[in-house]
């Protein structure tokens, strides 16, 4: 029903509009108690919780494998209808250290033929002080408690590349206490500079702060990990699997969205992405070992192509982009389905 609705009417409307009442919807049903009930009832029964032993890395059982990427709840403002809608865990973000208000509208396009999203939004936040405090009244009460909620940070537009790790460090500060990981984002193609970040030099330094800060505020080890852009080749794959394991950190999640296209600004995402992210995960598994967790997304659509991407070396799912073309009850029929499979 979602997907004739979609591409008949809502393809019609604006991107950015249909994505503002899509999220007020969706943070009203799940903040209002009997509607949230009634969302899990009909869309977010899972299967039985994900069994994976590199997953013990988090501080509670991930209950479906499938999760919603950074991007779309920028505010955590809508993560029990996240939850209540089937996603196994919710990654809120990016924030950034300062409030900021993103680039000039439009800043989202439709590619319906390809099944893909092209977005320059640039980090668009209320700010991590805002958004902290936001998640620490979710964790207040039980069914906020009980989502496994990831927190990707990013870079302050007006903060100069020198100055970065010190600008992620406060982030980390706001959020750390209320998340069960954190994610370094340094692949949005959409903030000047930011990808230069994913250089080792420069990453290091990054990683370390986060790292060092979340374990000082949270009071325990929170699991951290780095995002990477698919654009990268192969060495520079390389290098930041091998920091990673240096530094000890949880994981690598890949891939974000892509520049490799003609279709004008902004990062590309959902199908034209599916191939190159299995490759992606596959190189990061080869070169991560078997300890570290990968969360991969990128053209995720039906359970097959999540199945591929688990096959290549991935622990955990997300997604955006489908969530879009295929509607609300899409992400608890595909955790149910890999569910069935494992
Ligand atoms: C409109 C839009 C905004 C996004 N914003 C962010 C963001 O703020 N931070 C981030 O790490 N990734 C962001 N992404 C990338 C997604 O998290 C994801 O990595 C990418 O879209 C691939 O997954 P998909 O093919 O399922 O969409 C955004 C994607 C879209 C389409």
Not at 65 to 72: E, K, T
Not at 135 to 156: E, F, M, Q
Not at 275 to 290: S, T
Request: net charge neutral; charged share 25%; glycine share 10%.
């Amino acid at each position: 029903m979602y997907p004739q609705l979609y591409d008949g009417v809502l393809v019609h409307t604006d991107p950015e509009a249909a994505h503002h009442a899509a999220m007020v919807a969706i943070a009203l049903a799940g903040n209002t108690e009997p509607t949230r009930r009634a969302l899990k009832a009909s869309f977010g029964r899972l299967g039985t919780p994900v069994r994976n032993p590199r997953l013990l890395v988090f501080p509670r059982q991930i209950p479906g494998v499938l999760g919603l990427c950074a991007g779309m709840d920028k505010n955590a403002e809508a993560v029990l209808g996240m939850d209540a809608l089937g996603f196994g865990f919710v990654e809120v973000g990016t924030v950034t250290a300062l409030p900021q208000p993103g680039n000039p509208k439009p800043r989202v396009w439709r590619h319906p033929e390809l099944r893909a999203l092209r977005n320059q939004m640039g980090f668009n936040n209320e700010g991590a002080a805002v958004v902290g405090q936001r998640l620490r009244d979710l964790r207040r009460h039980p069914a906020g408690r009980a989502v496994v909620v990831g927190v990707n940070i990013g870079k302050s537009k007006v903060t100069p590349l020198a100055d970065a790790a010190a600008d992620y460090r406060a982030s980390t500060r706001e959020v750390a206490r209320w998340a069960d990981y954190l994610v370094v984002n340094v692949s949005s193609p959409n903030t000047p500079g930011l990808r230069e970040l994913q250089r080792v030099e420069a990453l290091r330094p990054i990683l370390e702060a986060v790292r060092d800060e979340a374990g000082r505020v949270a009071g325990r080890d929170l699991p951290v990990f780095v995002k990477i852009a698919p654009d990268l080749d192969e060495e520079g794959i390389v290098e930041i699997a091998a920091l990673v394991r240096e530094e000890g950190l949880a994981g690598v999640c890949a891939v974000n969205t892509t520049i490799a296209h003609d279709l004008g600004p902004g990062g590309l995402s959902g199908g034209p992405l599916r191939e190159r992210a299995l490759e992606v995960v596959a190189l990061v598994r080869r070169e991560l070992g078997p300890k570290p967790v990968i969360i991969a997304s990128g053209g995720i659509f039906m359970a097959e192509d999540g199945q591929a991407l688990l096959d290549s070396g991935a622990d955990l799912l997300q997604a955006y982009t489908a969530f879009v073309y295929e509607g609300p009850a899409w992400p608890g029929r595909v955790n149910r389905e890999l569910s069935r499979r494992t």
